[in-house]
């Protein structure tokens, strides 16, 4: 009976003993090997304090929500924000890149994604600073819902024919029509808006399917994107080099253009990648006084073509001020203009803290293959990443041979790299991660190989394929070392963003790996694929890229532009 009673108020006691066990452990001690690729929970964004110093100091909150949220709140939900305890305001801001006072919650990355980032050695010029400043002013005067936007609309609807021979109205504008893979989308747009900022034009975009989806807007209390109910919206698919209202077309049916009388309400501009000697000469000073005459300028493009605007003489002098810096274009206007959207953010920073935010070093390398044969996988190219992390000593190789028994936690704390591989296809993360699964590293450093997404192939405009991928190019940017392959806009647009110059993979040729297998690229400025090789004043070919020393020819496609700063010794 005795037995019975002790056992009986055992049973009753257990509960109260567990519960206290709990309370008085505490936080379990930190364990970055444990840890290294452990997932967070979920929390809410955390407070922000602005000390007298200048200083913004970040609170956590102390209650968790969970991870499972209905479509309709999984835009407000982010991952737990391990960011610096203290960090400048200007570094928020990007140098003053940003302007201040936007709606925090609205776009969380806008004043967040400078935490996750090195901060640049890269200043902006107080020139390109006031001249986002009052550009941003022209587009809240002159944008949609705006008086002079509606009466400069009335043009439109009404088609008009009239000639023009001077301002009609007192705000102009380029509408960039999407087109193209999201890595060409990001920088035509920045191609676009550099030259409405040389232009005094103000930047409309044609959303397409997801832009909306991918990003916020950049600028204060206006948008950037064309209605559904914009008047010319329905010949936009329709538009190519043999449109009436194309400029190039139009210079075909004249000897001089100087004779060319354009309509005053748009002009259709062709400057894909396969257009003609005629849409080419938009580059030239000209043109472009013909086409300062009109209201709308539509624009069609997969191109980055900063480089040649660096060679017109009517604007390389603005160009020099803003960029003094040439290299610096896309890293400064990259990170103003393309803020992911919070849903996209979530996908940035959820996978940054369960893989990446312990590593001692984040290692992203980029892989895009252009192969007759298909996308892959290639054991050449598999291949030709090993020879070139190991070359270059950007990865440890492995022991092959010996396989000692290693003792970490008597041996010190090991270096941790964290590999961030991006790729249509898993099979080149799956042996990088095997190798160093069933090899210890020579060094004795703990490599850890991770992979997002693997889509098999390029679906362009499917919403959640776009949002993965600038999820990705995002978090290869983060990378303190980045590997990239060449030809690729989306391995353009992680170099700009993160202000890193890659080591570049070289197109294979005969499916045979190069020698050098990569190269460190001398500018992280992208390459301009198609670029005009016309000498405007002497009207005869030329190599653009032997005018300018800071415009040279890519290291990736011989005959693309570059630009680049010169260093004098």
């Not at 329905?234 to 004249?254: A, E, I, V």
């Not at 991928?469 to 995002?474: H, Y």
Request: aromatic share 10%.
């Amino acid at each position: 009976m005795n037995l019975m009673k002790i056992f009986a108020s055992l049973l009753v006691s257990l509960p109260v003993l567990i519960t206290l066990s709990l309370v008085l452990r505490g936080d379990p001690p930190a364990d970055r090997i444990k840890g290294f690729a452990d997932a967070r929970v979920l929390e809410t964004p955390s407070s922000l304090v602005t000390t007298s110093s200048n200083i913004e100091v970040f609170l956590r909150p102390a209650a968790p929500v969970s991870n499972i949220t209905s479509s309709n709140s999984a835009e407000n939900v982010l991952p737990e924000i391990e960011l610096p305890t203290q960090m400048p305001k200007e570094d928020k801001l990007y140098g003053g890149l940003l302007a201040p006072g936007f709606d925090e919650g609205a776009c969380f990355s806008r004043y967040q994604s400078s935490f996750y980032r090195k901060i640049s050695t890269h200043k902006p010029s107080s020139y390109l600073l006031s001249r986002l400043r009052s550009y941003e002013q022209l587009h809240k005067r002159c944008g949609p819902n705006t008086k002079p936007y509606s009466a400069s609309l009335k043009q439109l609807k009404k088609k008009s024919n009239g000639q023009s021979t001077s301002a009609s109205h007192e705000c102009k504008y380029v509408v960039w029509i999407a087109n193209s893979g999201l890595g060409n989308r990001i920088l035509s747009i920045t191609a676009a808006f550099v030259y409405a900022l040389l232009t005094n034009r103000v930047l409309l975009l044609d959303p397409g399917k997801d832009l909306p989806d991918l990003f916020c807007e950049p600028f204060p209390d206006t948008s950037w994107l064309l209605s559904s109910h914009f008047p010319i919206k329905s010949h936009f698919d329709k538009f190519d080099q043999t449109s009436p209202r194309c400029y190039g077309n139009m210079l075909k049916k004249t000897s001089n253009s100087s004779e060319l009388s354009l309509p005053s309400s748009y002009v259709y501009l062709h400057l894909g990648h396969d257009y003609d000697d005629q849409d080419k000469l938009f580059f030239c000073d000209e043109e472009q006084s013909h086409l300062g005459k009109v209201d709308w300028l539509v624009m069609k493009t997969d191109n980055y073509f900063v480089p040649s605007l660096f060679l017109m003489p009517s604007f390389e002098q603005e160009l020099n001020k803003l960029f003094p810096e040439r290299e610096t274009v896309f890293h400064h206007l990259g990170r103003y203009l393309f803020h992911p959207s919070n849903h996209v953010w979530g996908l940035i920073t959820r996978y940054y803290h369960a893989y990446l935010a312990k590593a001692d070093e984040r290692v992203g390398i980029q892989v895009r293959t252009f192969e007759p044969a298909g996308p892959g996988p290639f054991k050449h190219v598999m291949d030709q990443i090993l020879a070139c992390v190991f070359t270059e000593k950007l990865l440890p190789r492995v022991d092959e041979q010996n396989e000692p028994i290693v003792d970490i936690l008597s041996s010190g704390t090991p270096k941790m790299k964290s590999v961030l591989i991006t790729s249509l296809k898993p099979d080149y993360s799956e042996n990088l991660r095997t190798m160093y699964w069933e090899h210890p590293a020579v060094t004795g450093d703990l490599i850890g190989v991770f992979q997002p997404s693997h889509e098999g192939e390029q679906r362009t405009d499917n919403k959640l394929h776009d949002r993965k991928a600038l999820a990705e190019m995002f978090l290869l940017s983060f990378s303190d070392v980045l590997v990239t392959s060449a030809w690729s806009t989306f391995g353009y647009v992680a170099q700009g963003l993160g202000g890193l110059k890659p080591w570049i993979l070289f197109k294979p040729e005969n499916q045979t790996v190069p020698n050098p297998p990569c190269r460190r690229l001398q500018s992280m400025e992208p390459c301009f694929h198609a670029p005009p090789l016309w000498d405007c004043k002497e009207k005869r070919g030329t190599d653009t890229g032997a005018i300018l020393p800071h415009v040279r020819h890519c290291e990736d496609i011989s005959w693309g532009l570059q630009l680049i700063d010169i260093h004098e010794s």
